[in-house]
């Protein structure tokens, strides 16, 4: 069974993909989106593009009034494209700039003000119920709190998690190029200290009820992908396929 085929439900498919940072939310559940010919949502790019409006604009980010009112009136674009997501403020292409580790370092301070929680959460509902050109067959949206506060209904929920030497490795990598103990050390603020601060708001180390637990640790991208793809035609279609052999080989619980 191919994994379009869970494309056979009548109304648009919302997989939910929540984890720490590290954990290959982002990369895994764009390329899920891609083979499935879903849009993809990255939460965390709306987190991190109200920071960097933030910053520009001056407010002070310690400010939690004003910098909830700036988000309110935040001119965001997302585009859910996952052959070509981007990010964009008021016109302006930020898809780099949110990225930066200036942004990384602060953007829990934005992220954890309730009140630029309930604008963005009204802003990623109303993205994932959207689709793109007048055609929706379902979005595949990630974070942290999608499977538990943005989108619990959801079709397939999913935790993805990895131990945080494995995130750290990855992360490292992605950043300096190598997981060396120097790189590992300078990305440490990045995602320990991060997640910490992150997870005084959200729960995305526990998986809720009813939500899949799937621990990348062990495997490559590939391999994760495809456990995801088989989760996903699991519980949709109720069948198994062969992708679930990944899934039993340890990572699914
Ligand atoms: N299973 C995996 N094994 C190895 N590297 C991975 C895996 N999943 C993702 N990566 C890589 O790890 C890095 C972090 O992944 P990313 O998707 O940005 O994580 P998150 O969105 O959870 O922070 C990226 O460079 C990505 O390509
Ligand atoms: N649904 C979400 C998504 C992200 N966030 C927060 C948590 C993170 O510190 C920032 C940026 O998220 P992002 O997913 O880009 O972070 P990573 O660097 O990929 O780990 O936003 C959140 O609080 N809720």
Known sequence: MSAQSVLTEARPLVIAVDGPSGSGKSSVSKEVARRLGLEYLDTGAMYRAATWSVIESGVDLEDAVKVAEHVRNLDLTMATDPSAPGVWVAGHDVNEAIRETRISTVVSKVATNLDVRAELLKRQRELIAAGRDGVHQGCVAEGRDITTVVAPDADVRILLTASEEARLARRSK?????????????????IVRRDSDDSTVSNFEVAADGVLHLDSSALDFEQTVDAVLAAINRIVTGSVTDLDEHARAGAVS
């Open 174 to 190: 992605e950043l300096h190029g190598n997981a060396d103990a120097a790189s590992v050390e300078a990305t440490r603020d990045q």
